[in-house]
Each structure stands twice: as structure tokens, then as C-alpha cells.
């Protein structure tokens, strides 16, 4: 759970018990005001996210292996073996690799499946139909078709996977609990398990979004006559089209009860019903575990940063 001035991050334990993760965190938009004009905080929100993303995994994931280190330790207690140790140093290295190492492979699968592949198959076809090839509009059409057509059949596939389909219930309990708190309801879990799983600010719809408004860009982008260059180009112009992205999804999200914003916004709603499964109570429990904690946090931020402000005022 992520409110304006901190970062929550709970998993629950093979023990039963919740861990947390907890720290201030204020986006670079907010510490630097010049950054916080539109389309530019829209490229810098996503990279965040990816970052913050990336860690929350590396954190649960460290828990998992800790749960199976325990374990390992009780067997080798009864074995009369010694379990064995890391430093602290030897860890922080570990971890920093395993961060640099998903964050990495994450960008390079995304630009394989996204952007390689669906102008691959674009340009094979356009060989093979000179209409395509006359017409830069119908290939960034194809291209924007075949990207989005790989991105559900990838969710799908993710979502057969057990693992895969676990984090997707975390996600519908992530949703329920924010409709929640949005709707100033005490937040237990038979309150949140009345919510919708389907949120319009998900990341699933800002996915879609950029989707749809790239083959409006890359129509406006000249063709060039090799697939290497206009691969290129793509990748150049994916900022902007963040950018261009991020501020749709706020617009929408602001006015997501107009009658005329509901059209736009249902894409991205049902697609949440791949990314997104119905919670368990338990998870439920750590979604709100997690939301709790960042409403404490915040308060105990903005009483601080008033603090601060008061004593400022006090020498002056």
C-alpha cells in the first residue's frame, strides 16, 4: 500500500503471522516541484513504480525464503547438522543482485513481448500485403492489435499458474480494501469483502491505456524503411506515451462516476478480471494489515512535517 508520503508492504508468514515492511518514501515529483508539470511526472511515476514494484516482490520473496530456511534449520536440528549462516553484508549483496537482476530481465521480457515481437510479426505481414505496406495507419494498427492480443494471452497464461494466480487475489484484496477506506467504511474484512475487485486507477488499465495511445503516436511517427529503426523510434517515444498515459488515468479516475468517462474506463475494468481474483479472508487481512499501517504512517508524517513547519516558524 503506497499513500503520498509512504510505503507498506505485508505478507503473511507460513506461520500464520503477517510481516511488514514500512518506510517514508515521497515521490521525486513531490521533492522536486519542477518535475511535477504533465507528462513528465507521468514517465517518472512509472519508473517508480516499476522500482517499488520490483522490491515488494524481492521482499515477499525473501520471506518465502526465510519460512524454508526455518524449516531447513528444524531438520537439520533434528539431523544434528549446522544450518548455514549468511552474513549481513554477504545478504544485502544478494539482495541488491537479486533486485538488479528482476528488474532487468522484467524490462527486457517487456520489451521482447511489447515491442520486438508484435513489429516483428507487423513487418513480416507487411511483406506479404502491399495494403499494409501503403498504409502506416493499418500497421500501427496491427502492431497496436498484436500487442495488446500478446498481453492477454500472457495474463492468461499467468493466470493458470497457482503462484501467479495467488498474487492476483492479493490484488483483488488490494482493490477491496482501497473501495474500503474510499468509502469511509470501518476497515474489517466483511466490509471489504462486499467491494469490487475492479479499481479505475489500477496499473492494469495504465497498461491498456498505453496501449491504445501508442498506435495513435507511432501513426504520427514517419516510417522508416528498416525493422531495426522503427523499433527504435518505438522505444523513444515510450516515454512520452507514459506520459500521455498517466494523465488519461488521473482525468479518468477524477471523474470515473461520469457517465461519459465510464465508456473509456471499461477497457481497463475488464481486464482486471484476468489480473485480478476474488481474495480469501486471509488476504483480505493482510491488505488491510498493510492499508492500516500506511494511514498510521502518513498521519504520523504530516503531524511530523507540521511539526517542522511550527518550529521553522518559532525561530524565524
Wanted: net charge positive; with cysteine.
Amino acid at each position: 500500500m503506497r499513500s503520498p508520503n509512504t510505503i507498506v508492504i505485508s505478507v503473511r508468514r507460513q506461520s500464520g503471522k503477517i510481516k511488514t515492511q514500512e518506510r517514508f518514501y515521497t515521490n521525486l515529483t513531490h521533492r522536486i516541484r519542477a518535475l511535477n508539470i504533465p507528462f513528465v511526472r507521468g514517465i517518472i511515476n512509472l519508473f517508480e513504480m516499476m522500482v517499488i514494484g520490483t522490491k515488494a516482490i524481492n521482499f515477499s520473496a525473501n520471506e518465502y525464503a526465510e519460512d524454508l530456511e526455518e524449516e531447513f534449520a528444524d531438520k537439520s536440528k533434528k539431523a544434528k547438522a549446522k544450518p548455514i549462516k549468511q552474513s549481513n553484508a554477504v545478504k544485502r549483496f544478494i539482495d541488491a543482485l537479486l533486485f538488479t537482476l528482476s528488474l532487468v530481465m522484467a524490462l527486457a521480457l517487456s520489451v521482447f513481448l511489447f515491442k520486438f515481437l508484435p513489429l516483428w510479426i507487423t513487418s513480416l505481414l507487411e511483406t506479404q500485403s502491399q495494403t499494409i505496406a501503403d498504409n502506416w495507419i493499418l500497421f500501427n494498427l496491427i502492431d497496436g492489435i498484436l500487442k495488446t492480443s500478446i498481453f492477454i494471452l500472457y495474463i492468461f497464461i499467468l493466470s493458470l499458474v497457482p503462484s501467479f494466480r495467488r498474487i492476483f487475489e492479493y490484488h483483488g484484496a488490494e482493490h477491496k480494501a482501497v473501495f474500503n477506506y474510499e468509502k469511509s467504511l470501518p476497515l474489517t474484512v466483511k466490509n471489504s469483502r462486499k467491494q469490487s475487485r475492479f479499481h479505475p486507477r489500477c496499473g492494469t488499465s495504465f497498461i491498456l491505456i498505453v496501449f491504445v495511445i501508442s498506435v495513435i503516436v507511432y501513426t504520427f511517427v514517419p516510417k522508416q524503411p528498416d525493422f531495426w529503426t522503427n523499433l527504435g523510434n518505438r522505444l523513444l517515444f515510450l516515454p512520452l506515451i507514459a506520459g500521455i498515459a498517466y494523465e488519461y488515468l488521473k482525468i479518468s479516475a477524477r471523474f470515473c462516476n461520469q457517465t461519459w468517462t465510464k465508456l473509456f474506463v471499461a477497457p481497463g475494468l475488464w481486464l482486471q478480471r484476468l489480473t485480478t481474483k476474488e481474495p480469501t479472508d486471509d488476504q483480505i487481512e493482510v491488505a488491510l494489515n498493510s492499508l492500516k499501517l500506511a494511514l498510521e504512517k502518513e498521519k504520523a508524517a504530516k503531524q511530523t512535517s507540521l511539526k517542522s513547519v511550527i518550529n521553522k516558524m518559532t525561530s524565524l
